[in-house]
């Protein structure tokens, strides 16, 4: 019995070194001799995370000046709110966002005068109608009017009721929220589009980049080239960021938080890894290694997990490094 049980101890000690050459990871170089070490050539895509700082834009609204039930929904969240577009039809009736340089505060009818007058004519310039600059609604503005009316499915309309404008106060406006509802009943004063709040840009925080090259950053499957100095403004790239998992806990936290990005090099490049002391004369990120065809100039791409990440200055090829490098090995220079 006690034979038997000294077998199976033997057995068992024999299959824990079986296992513990199993799990020796193929990182580790293989000795081939008293000073050769097998290398192995794999991609390298540098895939690293790094801290980004959102630039958030200012938030605003685009205020209704009448109240009504919502027949038809125009708003989309990341959409331009642009002058002349219909930002929501109230009762079958269109609203219409207008940049007017002084704001709505009177229906203008025909013959009105005044500064409101001559904003509401240079727009419609900006727009493409044919209306004069004189600040006062005669004819020719008249007729713009009704042909900007007859754009947007009314017809025989010869004034511009202050009810049926929404005051966009500058260009370039973003949707961020749009919060009436097919169905609601939008009340005088109700924002009719959130603007702002949104992501204007991210800046990529690179000081950890070791690695030379384009970048891709990427965010829940989307992926943009990073500018060298990394701002990110891509409009697809910010709506992604701002619609993942990880921006809404940033906000949730206040920023308290390090929110970062996935990056990873746009073209992955070969290299070899071979022991770090197997490198040697290292100038920068040139150095040598030494292989039974003699010395090779390397490029050192970087470090990790034990492994130097070289890059062969010109065409050669070498499956075997001297490692560590002898003294007095040759320069490859």
Same mark, same amino acid.
């Given at each position: 019995?006690?034979?038997?049980?000294?077998?199976?101890?033997? +057995?068992?000690?024999?299959?824990? %070194? @079986? =296992?513990?050459? !199993?799990?020796? &990871?193929? *990182?580790?170089?293989?000795?081939?001799? $008293?000073?050769?070490?097998?290398?192995?050539?794999?991609?390298?895509?540098?895939?690293?995370?790094?801290?980004?700082?959102?630039?958030?834009?200012?938030?605003?609204?685009?205020?209704?000046?009448?109240?009504?039930?919502?027949?038809?929904?125009?708003?989309?969240?990341?959409? +331009?709110?642009?002058?002349?577009? %219909? @930002? =929501?039809?109230? !009762?079958?009736? &269109?609203? *219409?966002?207008?940049?007017?340089?002084? $704001?709505?505060?009177?229906?203008?009818?025909?013959?009105?005068?005044?500064?409101?007058?001559?904003?509401?004519?240079?727009?419609?310039?900006?727009?493409?109608?044919?209306?004069?600059?004189?600040?006062?609604?005669?004819?020719?503005?008249?007729?713009?009017?009704?042909?900007?009316?007859?754009?947007?499915?009314?017809?025989? =309309?010869?004034?511009?009721?202050?009810?049926?404008?929404?005051?966009?106060?500058?260009?370039?406006?973003?949707?961020?929220?749009?919060?009436?509802?097919?169905?609601?009943?939008?009340?005088?004063?109700?924002?009719?589009?959130?603007?702002?709040?949104?992501?204007?840009?991210?800046?990529?925080?690179?000081?950890?980049?070791?690695?030379?090259?384009?970048?891709?950053?990427?965010?829940?499957?989307?992926?943009?080239?990073?500018?060298?100095?990394?701002?990110?403004?891509?409009?697809?790239?910010?709506?992604?960021?701002?619609?993942?998992?990880?921006?809404?806990?940033?906000?949730?936290?206040?920023?308290?938080?390090?929110?970062?990005?996935?990056?990873?090099?746009?073209?992955?490049?070969?290299?070899?890894?071979?022991?770090?002391?197997?490198?040697?004369?290292?100038?920068?990120?040139?150095?040598?290694?030494?292989?039974?065809?003699?010395?090779?100039?390397?490029?050192?791409?970087?470090?990790?997990?034990?492994?130097?990440?070289?890059?062969?200055?010109?065409?050669?090829?070498?499956?075997?490094?001297?490692?560590?490098?002898?003294?007095?090995?040759?320069?490859?220079?």
């Amino acid at each position: 019995m006690a034979f038997g049980c000294m077998l199976c101890l033997i +057995a068992g000690v024999g299959a824990g %070194v @079986v =296992v513990m050459r !199993d799990l020796v &990871p193929e *990182v580790v170089s293989e000795a081939v001799g $008293p000073d050769l070490v097998e290398v192995r050539t794999s991609v390298f895509a540098d895939e690293i995370s790094l801290p980004v700082e959102p630039v958030v834009l200012p938030a605003g609204a685009v205020l209704l000046a009448k109240a009504g039930v919502v027949t038809k929904e125009t708003c989309v969240v990341g959409g +331009a709110v642009t002058s002349g577009e %219909v @930002v =929501v039809w109230l !009762d079958d009736s &269109p609203v *219409v966002g207008l940049r007017l340089r002084v $704001p709505p505060w009177r229906d203008i009818v025909r013959g009105a005068k005044g500064r409101d007058v001559r904003s509401l004519q240079r727009e419609l310039r900006h727009l493409g109608y044919e209306a004069p600059a004189t600040g006062v609604v005669d004819y020719t503005t008249v007729q713009a009017i009704r042909a900007f009316w007859q754009d947007r499915g009314r017809e025989r =309309v010869e004034s511009v009721a202050m009810s049926d404008i929404a005051w966009l106060p500058e260009e370039g406006l973003t949707a961020s929220e749009c919060p009436l509802r097919l169905g609601s009943h939008a009340s005088d004063g109700e924002a009719a589009v959130v603007t702002g709040g949104g992501l204007d840009r991210v800046e990529v925080d690179t000081e950890r980049v070791a690695v030379s090259g384009a970048r891709l950053a990427r965010v829940d499957g989307f992926a943009v080239e990073m500018p060298a100095d990394g701002v990110i403004e891509d409009a697809g790239f910010l709506n992604a960021l701002g619609g993942s998992g990880i921006y809404k806990r940033w906000v949730a936290e206040e920023g308290l938080s390090t929110l970062t990005v996935e990056t990873e090099l746009a073209t992955p490049i070969d290299v070899v890894g071979v022991p770090p002391s197997a490198v040697y004369e290292l100038n920068g990120d040139s150095g040598c290694v030494t292989t039974p065809n003699g010395p090779i100039a390397v490029r050192v791409v970087t470090s990790q997990l034990g492994e130097t990440f070289v890059v062969p200055a010109g065409d050669d090829v070498f499956s075997q490094v001297v490692a560590p490098a002898p003294e007095g090995a040759k320069s490859c220079g």
